[in-house]
């Protein structure tokens, strides 16, 4: 009878720190119904379209930017502690093989707590990137990372944004969000 009584304790104690688990991920992710997608959420995506668009930018220059799927797997492999942002495009979906490296970085990315976005209209992902290496060849923009500057830690409005929705993205099992980077 005293081990049976061990036994219903162990399960009734394992019982409730289950059941605080809900309550603690509904705390993380309470969010209005605007937040989640509601009325203004065009609004939301245009909002981190170009919050996006700001970090690149600012990005570029710092050379805080990897592109490339090969180069991008190095990078990760190397520091993943270092990289704040993974970008995979989504043009390119009936390429099987690049599929492959996407759910291979992906995995990576959400084991690693990286951030990830997919990105459509890559004429525009080109555009903010430059597009050309040194000797005008293409550049490989199916990936691209953004890492933190050697420097400090980077304090960017924009990237907080992004972040921001990432994370609630991940509160609604939305684990790799599609952003459009619109037109200019």
């Not at 394992?14 to 203004?40: K, Y």
């Not at 942002?85 to 043009?91: F, N, S």
Request: aromatic share 4%; proline share 5%; with cysteine.
């Amino acid at each position: 009878m005293y081990v049976h009584g061990e036994t219903l304790r162990s399960q009734k104690h394992s019982i409730s720190a289950l059941d605080i688990l809900p309550h603690q991920t509904a705390r993380m992710c309470n969010m209005t119904f605007e937040e989640t997608g509601g009325d203004n959420s065009s609004d939301r995506m245009e909002t981190v379209a170009i919050a996006l668009e700001e970090v690149l930018s600012s990005a570029l220059p710092q050379g805080c930017i990897t592109a490339g799927v090969y180069e991008a797997a190095k990078s990760l492999n190397a520091d993943p502690d270092n990289v704040v942002l993974c970008l995979l495009a989504t043009d390119d979906e009936e390429d099987v093989a690049l599929q492959i490296h996407f759910t291979l970085i992906q995995a990576f990315c959400c084991e690693n707590d990286i951030n990830i976005l997919r990105v459509s209209n890559m004429r525009r992902l080109a555009e903010i990137l430059g597009g050309v290496k040194p000797g005008g060849e293409p550049m490989d923009l199916h990936c691209v990372l953004v890492t933190n500057p050697q420097s400090s830690l980077w304090k960017d409005p924009a990237l907080s944004k992004v972040t921001r929705f990432c994370r609630e993205s991940r509160c609604l099992d939305q684990w790799v969000p599609v952003i459009n980077l619109p037109d200019r």
